[in-house]
């Protein structure tokens, strides 16, 4: 079984003033194991199909991870973010589904 280190990002939706959300993005870094590597082309109405990963990552969750699993919402795996299409918790580990390629909002690194 391959070994996994990355960044781990967790998105919170707050209220800054009344009526307006605002996306909150915070990475942290985890273990784990690759428990399944895969991939697949999707076909569609494009010169190019879209690639499409359902692997499998088995992180050590820390307190935080527990906590926040709902807000899990991507991992950056082989050089791309990958969404997180499912969490499964079987503790003290979290199981993380993941597939296609993550566009929305990153936490800012220095």
């Known amino acids: 079984m391959a ?23 915070v990475a942290r870094n985890y273990y784990g194991d690759v428990r399944r590597d895969s991939k697949r082309y999707e076909p569609g109405q494009k010169i190019n199909d879209d690639l499409t990963i359902n692997n499998e990552l088995s992180i050590l969750a820390d307190p935080y991870a527990n906590e926040n699993f709902y807000a899990l919402r991507y991992v950056k795996w082989a050089g791309t973010y990958w969404k997180i299409n499912n969490v499964t918790v079987d503790y003290p580990r979290l199981i993380l589904t993941i597939g296609g390629v993550y566009n929305g909002p990153k936490a800012i690194t220095s």
């Open 3 to 25: 070994k996994f280190f990355g960044e781990i990002g967790f998105v919170f939706t707050n209220e800054t003033v009344p009526g307006v959300w605002k996306e909150k993005v």
